[in-house]
């Protein structure tokens, strides 16, 4: 199955945060370092071998079907094959998280990669070792968590030593990190959301991810790299400033 396997790529949302940067361009085609932030995403998936990709798009969602479109060949290396849901031709709008995915599950597999379009995590490795310890164990979903931003200190999930995600309650003491938005996931973690969702619910990713944990259906582990949640034209800003000496962005 590793060998099969598709990535999901969110790139649906309005970025009203990144006003008025978005108003014209949609949040993953804002560029960091000279390259959009869907593209640092393309490549990496590239280089584990994952060259099948889907994207849901909306706001503005013509502007990244033409740039794959027009995307030259780069490196002698084989192109994506990109297959797009098309939220704002189907329903007028965005279908959130776990909707857009529900959406799209005719076009993916039964195991995949999901990751969102507007975060920047450039020394990322999407390995099909990953892929194949997923497909061997039996959970719905495997996450990527990483240390705690400043504009998330309180972090979303738990993590156990032997590898389980945990849905803390809030007056649990215990470390929380937060979600990356990488992950591996079954097609059966969207089972309560009819397949391919065709009346376009609307739905978060968060509350399927808790129910999940708490049946001990989710597995985490933690990523120490560059990461950043691309949120703010601010932050886009830090990740353009002329690389120093020092040690690379991370929250």
């Not at 909707?99 to 076009?107: E, K, N, V, W």
């Not at 400043?150 to 979303?156: A, F, T, V």
């Not at 376009?200 to 808790?210: D, F, I, N, Q, T």
């Amino acid at each position: 199955m590793s060998t099969n396997i598709k990535a999901m790529i969110l790139a649906a949302g309005r970025g009203e945060r990144m006003r008025p940067l978005t108003d014209r361009t949609p949040k993953p085609l804002l560029q960091v370092r000279g390259k959009p932030l869907i593209d640092w995403h393309v490549e990496a998936l590239a280089r584990g071998g994952f060259n099948v990709l889907v994207i849901n798009t909306a706001w503005l969602g013509e502007q990244v079907s033409n740039h794959f479109g027009v995307h030259p060949k780069q490196d002698g290396r084989e192109q994506p094959s990109i297959f797009y849901s098309d939220e704002a031709a189907d329903f007028g709008g965005a279908l959130e998280t776990a909707g857009g995915i529900a959406r799209a599950l005719p076009l993916l597999g039964e195991v995949f990669w999901v990751l969102a379009g507007d975060v920047y995590v450039p020394g990322f490795e999407f390995s099909r070792d990953a892929v194949s310890r997923f497909v061997a164990g039996n959970k719905l979903a495997h996450l990527w968590l990483v240390a705690n931003p400043p504009h998330n200190r309180r972090g979303d999930f738990g993590l156990s030593p032997d590898g389980l995600a945990l849905n803390l309650p809030p007056d649990n003491p215990q470390a929380r990190h937060t979600y990356s938005t990488i992950g591996l996931y079954r097609r059966a973690f969207f089972s309560e959301l009819p397949f391919g969702n065709p009346q376009g619910v609307k739905a978060p990713l968060a509350p399927l991810l808790r129910a999940a944990m708490d049946n001990q259906r989710v597995s985490a582990e933690l990523y120490a790299g560059a990461w950043t949640d691309v949120g703010t034209p601010a932050r886009l800003d830090e990740l353009n400033q002329p690389i120093t000496n020092e040690s690379p962005h991370s929250p």
